[in-house]
């Protein structure tokens, strides 16, 4: 398969060059306003190009090492990433002039997305995971707990999912192999008693019961729960979602407090658009990603180098760094 893109003033003028140059056998590929919103680029394939059409003789893998941009552009239309998020992050990648899209496009997502890791070694305040239910958010705290038992130091595990049947078996089945007691919090007075008691003895981590961020009674009780303790918020989301929907959920929970965004499902995911959306709309910054459902599968780090892998075919990422990255689960 050969692929080209074509700019024109018009949309029919475009779709002019595509007949032209590729005949009626043309499939669209992504179409998308021109330089400085300006007409129309169209990105158009052909399964075999005959002579007749005057094709470069230049494939399209030759191509894509020579075009960062065009790579780019078509890793986000790929993802699913919205398009005014998208055409800002190709104009921030353009601006650095670099012919590797692996560092252009970190570089762009440097600029629109903040990091900031787990606060793990720090046990100022207690870390709270939301978000909707069967998002990870047990297993995360799971992961959690193991990496600071890990790290010998001393960790309590709250949880104030009291009514979910299995809730709070599952996480006192991970934390009776941590050897630690599983401390039950199911109001926010008796959350506000729990995290008042650990104070002082490490690291307090809590697992808040799933939620519907469209259910009223569901946003107050999780508001409830949140208010009670001055803890860091953390959104915990499952990849693959709708990149739209994915931003009204973000929303949501920042409203009720969250302040970073943690991926989970990174191994069952190969579009990030839903990702890098909620982050944006809803100002959260990126955080590790959970890679695998099992507790010994941990939590990764997140970056701009690393984001940026996930987001490029994985041909591309090799052509550019010989090395593997440190993220990438299944994709690619």
């Known amino acids: ?134 998002a990870g958010k047990t297993v995360t705290i799971a992961k959690l707990a193991t990496q600071i038992v890990m790290r010998k130091q001393p960790v309590r595990v709250i949880t104030t999912d009291t009514v979910r049947a299995g809730g709070f078996a599952q996480l006192e089945a991970f934390t009776k192999i941590l050897k630690l007691k599983l401390i039950s919090a199911g109001t926010p007075e008796e959350l506000r008693a729990a995290v008042a008691g650990a104070e002082g003895r490490g690291h307090i981590l809590i697992d808040c019961p799933g939620g519907n961020p469209f259910d009223d009674a569901d946003v107050a009780r999780q508001a409830r729960l949140i208010k009670a303790v001055n803890a860091d918020v953390v959104l915990v989301m499952a990849g693959g979602a709708d990149p739209m929907e994915a931003a009204e959920i973000a929303r949501i929970y920042r409203e009720l407090g969250a302040r970073r965004l943690l991926l989970t499902r990174l191994d069952m995911t190969r579009r990030f658009g839903s990702y890098l959306s ?49 993220v990438r689960g299944a994709y690619g």
């Open 278 to 326: 909620a982050a944006a709309v809803a100002d959260l910054q990126l955080t590790e990603v959970g890679v695998g459902p099992n507790v010994a599968d941990g939590l990764r780090p997140m970056n701009p180098v690393t984001l940026a892998r996930l987001l490029l075919p994985h041909s591309v990422v090799q052509n550019f760094d010989d090395e593997e990255p440190e």
């Open 1 to 134: 398969m050969r692929l080209k893109t074509f700019s024109a003033d018009t949309m029919n003028d475009a779709m002019a060059l595509v007949k032209q140059h590729f005949g009626e056998e043309a499939i669209i590929v992504s179409t998308q306003a021109g330089e400085n919103g300006k007409g129309v680029r169209i990105t158009a394939a052909i399964d075999q190009v005959d002579d007749d059409y005057d094709f470069e003789e230049e494939s399209y893998e030759d191509e894509l090492y020579h075009d960062p941009i065009e790579i780019i552009t078509d890793a986000l239309l790929n993802n699913g990433v919205p398009p005014q998020l998208s055409d800002d992050l190709i104009a921030a990648a353009e601006e650095m002039a670099l012919e590797d899209p692996v560092l252009a496009l970190a570089g762009a997502i440097d600029r629109y997305f903040t990091f900031a890791p787990m606060p793990i070694g720090n046990a100022e305040k207690p870390i709270l995971l939301v978000g909707m239910p069967g």
